[in-house]
T-cell receptor, first 114, second 112 residues
Framework: EAGVTQSPTHLIKTRGQQATLRCSPI?????VYWYQQALGLGLQFLLW???????NRGNFPPRFSGRQFPNYSSELNVNALELEDSALYLC?????????????FGDGTRLSIL | SQQGEEDPQALSIQEGENATMNCSYK?????LQWYRQNSGRGLVHLIL?????REKHSGRLRVTLDTSKKSSSLLITASRAADTASYFC????????????FGPGTSLSVIP
């Protein structure tokens, strides 16, 4: 069974640019989550999608947005990039029922803002 | 606001010793999960324990849950160098399944 895949592995941008990160969940998983992990810090919840809908959102500005496609894959878009957006962005997927189900993580996209 | 918080922040032990990490949380929960993260990688799910359970085992891992104290512990027995990683607890909220909140993690170093 293929795990959660994220692309690209690394992404280098400059301030003010826009970044798009992609995630393919495990087959059969309908829920996709996005987290930001800044260096040395824990995971900060960004977004939760299920069945194509945004179900919940963390305490991040609107320039962080995303969507989930009919095949349950997902994109995270970050507009007007700032230096503090440099972080590892992790995607996870699960069966429906967020708190009840283990989340399966990809290895992340490391976003570096110059 | 922080729901779960691991203790200690960092732990260094010799190979073969046991490692214990604790997680405290603030509000009542339905479930608590433990995850491991190797450096630069994604998280790997270890164990999910429900609020009506007190203890669960998985191989060398033992997780306990004390809902009266709002705390959980993860015990790794006979540690190996490969257990070197960060360990996170994740809790939901009793009132909804809407969010799973991860604690800041415990960094475990197992010295060969």
């Amino acid at each position: 069974e293929a795990g959660v895949t994220q692309s690209p592995t690394h992404l280098i941008k400059t301030r003010g640019q826009q970044a798009t990160l992609r995630c393919s969940p495990i087959s059969g998983h309908t829920s996709v989550y996005w987290y930001q992990q800044a260096l040395g810090l824990g995971l900060q919840f960004l977004l939760w999608y299920d069945e194509g809908e945004e179900r919940n959102r963390g305490n991040f500005p609107p320039r962080f947005s995303g969507r989930q496609f009919p095949n349950y894959s997902s994109e995270l878009n970050v507009n007007a990039l700032e230096l503090e957006d440099s972080a590892l962005y992790l995607c996870a997927s699960s069966l429906p029922g967020q708190g009840n189900q283990p989340q399966h993580f990809g290895d992340g996209t490391r976003l570096s803002i110059l | 606001s922080q729901q779960g918080e691991e203790d200690p922040q960092a732990l260094s032990i010799q190979e073969g010793e046991n490692a214990t990490m604790n997680c405290s949380y603030k509000t009542s929960i339905n479930n608590l999960q433990w995850y491991r993260q190797n450096s630069g990688r994604g998280l790997v799910h270890l164990i999910l324990i429900r609020s009506n359970e007190r203890e669960k085992h998985s191989g060398r891992l033992r997780v306990t849950l004390d809902t009266s104290k709002k705390s959980s512990s993860l015990l790794i027995t006979a540690s190996r160098a490969a257990d070197t990683a960060s360990y996170f607890c994740a809790t939901d909220d009793e009132t909804s399944y809407d969010k799973v909140i991860f604690g800041p993690g415990t960094s475990l170093s197992v010295i060969p």
